[in-house]
């Protein structure tokens, strides 16, 4: 699975880029966000989101890791579709969206084109319990630490266990604080004590 492609912009319109990475160019479909974050860049990193059907493959790109984690959860959803997932994502921003859902703001889902009633209902229903513990983001941002590469290795570790990320997020920094020359397998067993 492809999980970013880096390379050099040749093409950026606001649905769609073009960006060359070893002699081949990736076409990758583009919310207005990711638009206007990469509009006059020469290289970038793009973050994909592979999408693949009996008959279509696309890419679609994103300018963050916060941006593709959220269209992943929007997706989720049961009548939500990639395109409706963009249109949302191009008409309002990724804490727009999440604050919308996590406060009922069911007109504020309505005002996206192509979500109705229902749909903004289904997304609110579906996703607020799953925004508030933290689904939809990209949590690498809450290890700020000098030693941000063991804890990185410890969430991967833990992740693949099957804990998730918003509840290790809680618990890694602490112990971080606590012993802050932990190594890896010191992080994990503690942390396996308090999850």
């Known amino acids: 699975m492809i999980?970013?492609?880096?390379?050099?912009?040749?093409?950026?319109?606001?649905?769609?880029?073009?960006?060359?990475?070893?002699?081949?160019?990736?076409?990758c479909l583009v919310s207005l966000q990711t638009f206007e974050a990469l509009q006059g860049k020469g290289d970038a990193t793009i973050y994909i989101h592979h999408y693949l059907r009996e008959d279509e493959e696309l890419f679609y790109g994103f300018a963050t890791k916060d941006e593709r984690e959220l269209f992943r959860l929007l997706v989720s959803v049961s009548?939500?579709?990639?395109?409706?997932?963009?249109?949302?994502?191009?008409?309002?921003?990724?804490d727009e969206i999440r604050n919308a859902i996590i406060g009922e703001d069911v007109n504020k889902i309505k005002s996206v084109k192509g979500i109705g009633l229902k749909s903004a209902q289904r997304l609110i229903l579906e996703l607020k319990d799953k925004i508030v513990?933290?689904?939809?983001?990209?949590?690498?941002?809450?290890?700020?630490?000098?030693n941000s590469a063991i804890a990185?290795?410890?969430?991967?570790?833990?992740?693949?266990?099957?804990?998730?990320?918003?509840?290790?997020?809680?618990?890694?920094p602490g112990l971080l604080k606590e012993t802050p020359s932990a190594r890896v397998e010191d992080l994990i067993k503690a942390a396996l004590k308090k999850l």
């Open 133 to 146: 513990k933290g689904g939809g983001a990209d949590n690498s941002a809450l290890f700020v630490a000098e």
């Open 3 to 27: 999980d970013y492609i880096k390379g050099h912009i040749t093409e950026c319109t606001p649905a769609e880029i073009i960006i060359e990475c070893g002699g081949i160019g990736y076409s």
């Open 79 to 94: 009548g939500i579709g990639v395109n409706s997932a963009r249109m949302m994502l191009s008409s309002l921003t990724a």
């Open 152 to 172: 990185d290795e410890a969430t991967t570790a833990l992740v693949m266990l099957g804990f998730s990320k918003a509840a290790i997020a809680k618990v890694i």
